[in-house]
């Protein structure tokens, strides 16, 4: 099974955003599976970045281990998992989860859950020490996104309720230029929250708790906390599967808009052949190990009915 370039003009945001791309994530002659039991053997794949593959395939055939290893969250059993050229070894925030389940934070607001990836993805430097977060770039979510990524230590609460929750930090008595930094770096943070959020149709809900939002809002909520952080790849596993047919249609739009610009390559694994059809540059049909290109990606007025007929005969 493999993958050449994709079309340069269906890579989301590619044109756009032309300095940050996407990661190329490769497995080559990879068996995949889980406690020395193979999945699938031999497997070869390259997504280029940039590119939306959708991945479809029978009911237990290792759609969501093929997601798992190529996030480094399964270790192959043989072969190698790259990420432009590098060998993956584990997670990396460079490559951001979203779930079919609710995988948001049920104790922290909205916002907070937003602002996790941000708080946990702090830089240090070499010796540890924290360093001055990036300025920030005021040209919406993917403008500034790293620019909170300087610090953490914004506490459970998360809501600039707390403290700095940095030990030995100075108090407002006497500043240090970490203690600045921190505050600059949380108020970073709450702003690219803020303007994630706006982006996915839910400002005014920043402060509410998951339980209070509808499943379509949660899933708008693991949009915007995975690309908060800016990954260079988005692994999707069943996003939409749980939404009703309108809310689902509606995600689906949702998602080809906000990744406009960041040109994240995307790994996208969904029964619905549609869906496969309508945000993939090619979908991989892992029952019959084949890769097919999709002619119109993103475009509602397409219809294919050799190609869906195709897929349906690989499930
Ligand atoms: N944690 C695990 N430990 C052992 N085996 C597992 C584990 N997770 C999944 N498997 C097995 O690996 C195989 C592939 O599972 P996987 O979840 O990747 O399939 P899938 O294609 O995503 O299925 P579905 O479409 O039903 O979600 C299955 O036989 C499953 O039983």
């Known amino acids: 099974m493999s993958l050449t370039q994709a079309d340069a003009r269906t890579s989301p945001g590619a044109a756009a955003h032309p300095a940050r791309h996407g990661a190329r994530l490769a497995l080559r002659g990879v068996r995949l599976g889980h406690r020395g039991n193979a999945v699938l053997d031999g497997v070869d794949l390259t997504v280029e970045p940039g590119e939306v593959l959708a991945v479809v395939g029978p009911s237990g055939c290792g759609k969501s281990t093929l997601l798992r290893t190529l996030a480094g969250l399964l270790p192959p059993l043989d072969g190698v998992v790259e990420q ?11 490559r951001a989860l979203v779930f079919q389940d609710d995988a948001l934070l049920p104790w922290r607001t909205v916002r907070a859950n937003v602002e996790l990836p941000l708080a946990v993805g702090r830089s240090r430097g070499p010796s540890g020490e924290e360093r001055a977060p990036r300025p920030s770039r005021a040209s919406g979510p993917d403008g500034d996104g790293q620019g909170g990524d300087g610090q953490g230590g914004d506490g459970q609460g998360g809501d600039g309720q707390s403290g700095d929750g940095q030990s030995g930090v100075p108090g407002r008595t006497g500043r240090s230029p970490v203690f ?31 339980h209070q939002l509808s499943g379509g809002q949660r899933q708008r909520v693991q949009l915007a906390r995975a690309l908060a952080a800016r990954p260079r790849a988005v692994l999707m596993d069943e996003p939409f599967g749980a939404l009703d047919a309108q809310t689902r249609a509606e995600m689906q739009d949702l998602l080809v808009d906000v990744l406009a610009g960041t040109g994240a390559t995307v790994v996208f694994v969904t029964h619905d052949v549609d869906e ?27 219809s294919y009915a050799g190609l869906r007929q195709q897929i349906i005969n690989s499930l």
């Open 276 to 302: 496969a059809l309508f945000l993939g540059d090619r979908v991989a049909l892992l029952g019959t190990a084949q890769v097919v290109p999709v002619p119109n990606p993103r475009d509602r007025g397409a």
């Open 84 to 94: 432009d050229g590098a060998p993956v070894r584990g997670p990396g925030a460079d």
């Open 180 to 210: 600045d930094l921190s505050r600059a770096a949380r108020r970073a943070r709450r702003r690219t929250a803020a303007q994630w959020l706006e982006q996915v149709g839910l400002d005014g809900h920043a402060h509410k708790f998951p």
